[in-house]
């Protein structure tokens, strides 16, 4: 089947450790993005890809790193330097970035605690 | 100013009634928006999106999309508690004079509680 699958869904990591957070897509889309979701909060953008071996960053990009070396793949590196790491990550993938149309497919997102 | 701005809410409806969800976006040159629903621990799924001005039907959900006042809304007739979720917002930015930047915001949802 078709879709985008995040690992793990679950992580627990101590303060000042680097997490890598996978997002792998088999749909074949040029277009892939990390989102954090705090708790009653809405989707905020970390980071995007339009197309392999080119990113942006989002609106919250700090303390974040991300590479795109592969079109299935778009994993997100949070590193000691992201200061409030606690968080849902989703990460989501579209068909063409710039396109108007096309839904956002997301994965089933990670939730990451730093203790 | 956010880009893309909704009340949190919660926004409570009697059962049957219609749920009115606003959002207000601040690019005035965005073409596309999306409404999301999201269960809570759940991801986000696609209700409907729209780009033309006026309204936009799906079974009981409508879209409105304002350009010039620059908000969109969802319309939900027929409330039902399985409803009950987070909507959130979602507009593709464009850039200055070149075309949509490929960047997707969100609003910051509203939940809605519709109460049987």
């Known amino acids: 089947d078709g879709g985008i699958t995040q690992s793990p869904k679950y992580l627990f990591r101590k303060e000042g450790q680097n997490v890598t957070l996978s997002c792998e897509q088999n749909?074949?889309?040029?277009?892939m993005y990390w989102y954090r979701q705090d708790p009653g909060q809405g989707l905020r953008l970390i980071y995007y890809s339009q197309i392999v071996n080119d990113f942006q960053k989002g609106d919250i990009a700090e303390g974040y790193s991300v590479s795109r070396e592969k079109k299935e793949s778009f994993p997100l590196t949070v590193t000691s330097a992201q200061k409030n790491p606690t968080a849902f990550y989703l990460c989501?993938?579209?068909?063409?970035?710039?396109?108007?149309?096309?839904?956002?497919?997301f994965g089933e997102g990670s939730r990451l605690t730093v203790l | 100013q956010k880009e893309v701005e909704q009340n949190s809410g919660p926004l409570s409806v009697p059962e049957g009634a219609i749920a009115s969800l606003n959002c207000t976006y601040s690019d005035r040159g965005s073409q596309s928006f999306f409404w999301y629903r999201q269960y809570s621990g759940k991801s986000p799924e696609l209700i409907m999106f729209i780009y033309s001005n006026g309204d936009k039907e799906d079974g009981r959900f409508t879209a409105q999309l304002n350009k010039a006042s620059q908000y969109v809304s969802l319309l939900i007739r027929d409330s039902q508690p399985s409803d009950s979720a987070t909507y959130l917002c979602a507009v593709i930015l464009r850039s200055h004079g070149s075309g949509n930047t490929g960047k997707l915001i969100f609003g910051q949802g509203t939940t809605l509680q519709v109460k049987p």
């Open positions: 749909l074949n889309h040029d277009a």
């Open positions: 989501a993938s579209k068909f063409k970035a710039v396109s108007n149309t096309g839904e956002l497919f």
